[in-house]
């Protein structure tokens, strides 16, 4: 026979873990956070009243798990280049992936450019009003459409990123932080904060609450305005059971990756920097043999030993594309797993290959 859990026991542990708040706590902290926001507020770029959906939606894939400190030079430079979406769907992908840099999680730019290809081609250029509609779009998911549809549009939506999640756990659940992603009942409960007017200050001023008072690490509880009321600090700040989860990067393939791209990105931007010096591409050792394009890598400068690695290959090279090439090859002389990895690239779409060369996508 199946033992159940009683209605009573499953209700008072979901109880437990978002636990119902008083009215006047919901009040209390809406109008300190907002009335917070107000003065504490970063002047970010995107935040200017007369920045654009795009510019907002751009902002909001680029700052995932990305600190905003290397977000910000970033956005500007793309909103330069490409300030609506009609001009990041036409742009060259292996210009998107070069100038996405060391934003991290590449495929991001991918989804970006596919998102713009949609709104452009399917939306005459206008970014979707509703957090329902933006999460139609490619690589657009609940977090950012509900920010997206809140920061540029003004609809009242539960924003939940990690800085959010973190400061209600906190203030109302007595926890240090929360699981690693938001169910449907977290959700529900966060849904209460939200006001019905001063939504979008609510947003913002939470995530920033968040990011600059109520930090992961070293939270400034003491000038934390909510202090008084935080059952997290009323309970001496219990260490939490969720561990935390950090990600690895010397020795995997992640990095590996990354320095593999590194060296297509490099050959790209120095063969456009040649372009546009002479006029003119430059003819290649691979061009001449047929084997590949102006920005293309011999696949055997990634994979066979050094021993075996043709001088004329190597003296093709642009100097920025032999030292990212070194810095790759330092990395490992395991063959199998760097053909593994060219392989995982190309599937993903960040890589192309061209007989026994590899270049950034066309």
């Not at 790209?268 to 290649?284: I, L, Q, Y």
Request: proline share 7%.
């Amino acid at each position: 026979m199946t033992h159940r859990t009683p209605t009573e026991s499953r209700s008072s542990g979901a109880d437990c873990q978002f636990p119902p708040v008083a009215a006047d706590n919901v009040e209390r902290v809406r109008r300190t956070i907002i009335s917070w926001f107000e003065s504490a507020a970063r002047p970010l770029p995107w935040r200017d009243p007369d920045t654009s959906a795009w510019a907002i939606l751009v902002s909001e894939i680029m700052s995932q798990q990305t600190p905003v400190s290397r977000v910000e030079p970033r956005w500007r430079e793309w909103m330069d280049k490409w300030p609506t979406p009609v001009d990041l769907a036409r742009a060259p992908t292996a210009e998107v992936l070069h100038r996405w840099d060391r934003l991290g999680y590449p495929r991001r730019a991918l989804r970006l450019q596919e998102a713009a290809r949609v709104i452009a081609d399917e939306l005459d250029g206008q970014v979707p009003q509703t957090a329902v509609e933006l999460s139609q779009l490619p690589g657009i998911g609940s977090y950012t459409a509900a920010a997206v549809a809140s920061f540029a549009h003004g609809e009242r939506t539960t924003v939940l990123d990690t800085n959010v999640r973190r400061v209600l756990i906190r203030l109302f659940a007595g926890r240090e932080r929360p699981t690693p992603s938001p169910g449907r009942r977290e959700t529900e409960w966060a849904a209460q904060f939200v006001p019905e007017r001063d939504h979008v200050k609510w947003n913002a001023g939470i995530m920033e609450f968040g990011a600059l008072v109520c930090t992961s690490r070293n939270p400034q509880c003491d000038d934390c305005p909510l202090n008084d009321i935080c059952a997290w600090q009323q309970a001496g700040r219990p260490a939490s059971a969720v561990k935390r989860t950090t990600q690895k990067w010397a020795g995997t393939d992640r990095q590996l990756r990354g320095a593999i791209m590194d060296v297509l990105k490099s050959a790209h931007a120095e063969n456009a920097a040649n372009e546009e010096r002479t006029g003119h591409r430059k003819s290649t050792r691979l061009e001449e043999t047929g084997n590949g394009l102006p920005d293309a890598v011999s696949i055997d400068l990634f994979v066979a030993p050094t021993s075996q690695i043709d001088p004329d290959l190597l003296d093709s090279l642009g100097q920025a594309t032999s030292d990212s090439l070194s810095t790759m090859r330092n990395l490992t002389a395991d063959s199998t797993r760097v053909s593994r990895l060219i392989a995982d690239l190309v599937d993903d779409g960040l890589a192309e290959r061209h007989q026994d060369s590899l270049s950034l996508p066309r």
